[in-house]
T-cell receptor, first 115, second 111 residues
Framework: DADVTQTPRNRITKTGKRIMLECSQT?????MYWYRQDPGLGLRLIYY???????NKGEISDGYSVSRQAQAKFSLSLESAIPNQTALYFC??????????????FGPGTRLTVL | TQLLEQSPQFLSIQEGENLTVYCNSS?????LQWYRQEPGEGPVLLVTVVTGGEVKKLKRLTFQFGDARKDSSLHITAAQPGDTGLYLCAGEENNAGKSTFGDGTTLTVKP
C-alpha cells in the first residue's frame, strides 16, 4: 500500500461548489504539506502543518483552508471553487523528528477541474 | 521569497547522450532536493544535499551542490528513455521546514 494516499484522484466540479481533498499517510511523519501544480510550473505551497496544532499559510493560501484532523490526516478545502483553481494538487509529508532536512514524500495527486 | 531558476526548461536528446540541468538561486539553502516526476504521478525523491561542494552519485546520475550552497546541478551520463520526466529542484532556506520549488526541466530521451 502507498505511504501517502490522496482522495479523490480526479474531481470535476462547478464554480461555487465546496470541495474537500483528503490526504492520509502511514509513514508516521510529523509534517504535512499541500501544493498545487499548474502546467509548465513547479509546485507552489498552499498550506503546511508541523503538527496537529501548528498550521501555516504558504505562498498561495487565498481561497483555500485546511484541517489537520490527526497526525496522519491533512485535508484541503476550497470553500467556493473557481475555474482558476483547476490544477493538480499534491499532498506531501516530511519527518523532521528523524531528518534535519526538508526531504518530502508525495502522494499521487488529485486532478481537480472547476467548470 | 527565494526564487529557484532551473535551466533548461525543456531538453530533448537521443539515447546515449550526456546532459546537465541546473538549479540556481541568490539564496543560501540549508538543504536542497532533486525530484523526478512522471506524468500523472507525484514527485519522487532522487537525492538530498546539505554540504557545500557535496557530490552524490546515483547510478548514472551525479548531483553537485555549489560551494556557497546557492546552486546545484544534475548530470546524467548515457541517458536512457526511462530517464524521461520532469526534474524538479527544491531548496529549504534557514531550516524553515518548507521548500521552494523550481519550475522544473522536462527531459525527453528518444530511443
Amino acid at each position: 500500500d502507498a505511504d501517502v494516499t490522496q482522495t479523490p484522484r480526479n474531481r470535476i466540479t462547478k464554480t461555487g461548489k465546496r470541495i474537500m481533498l483528503e490526504c492520509s499517510q502511514t509513514k508516521g511523519h510529523d509534517r504535512m504539506y499541500w501544493y498545487r501544480q499548474d502546467p509548465g510550473l513547479g509546485l507552489r505551497l498552499i498550506y503546511y502543518s508541523f503538527d496537529v496544532k501548528d498550521i501555516n499559510k504558504g505562498e498561495i493560501s487565498d481561497g483555500y483552508s485546511v484541517s489537520r484532523q490527526a497526525q496522519a490526516k491533512f485535508s484541503l478545502s476550497l470553500e467556493s471553487a473557481i475555474p482558476n483553481q483547476t490544477a493538480l494538487y499534491f499532498c506531501a509529508t516530511s519527518d523532521r523528528l528523524a531528518d534535519s532536512t526538508d526531504t518530502q514524500y508525495f502522494g499521487p495527486g488529485t486532478r481537480l477541474t472547476v467548470l | 521569497t527565494q526564487l529557484l531558476e532551473q535551466s533548461p526548461q525543456f531538453l530533448s536528446i537521443q539515447e546515449g547522450e550526456n546532459l546537465t540541468v541546473y538549479c540556481n538561486s541568490s539564496s543560501v539553502f540549508s538543504s536542497l532536493q532533486w525530484y523526478r516526476q512522471e506524468p500523472g504521478e507525484g514527485p519522487v525523491l532522487l537525492v538530498t544535499v546539505v554540504t557545500g561542494g557535496e557530490v552524490k552519485k546515483l547510478k548514472r546520475l551525479t548531483f553537485q551542490f555549489g560551494d556557497a550552497r546557492k546552486d546545484s546541478s544534475l548530470h546524467i551520463t548515457a541517458a536512457q528513455p526511462g530517464d524521461t520526466g520532469l526534474y524538479l529542484c527544491a531548496g529549504e532556506e534557514n531550516n524553515a521546514g518548507k521548500s521552494t520549488f523550481g519550475d522544473g526541466t522536462t527531459l525527453t530521451v528518444k530511443p
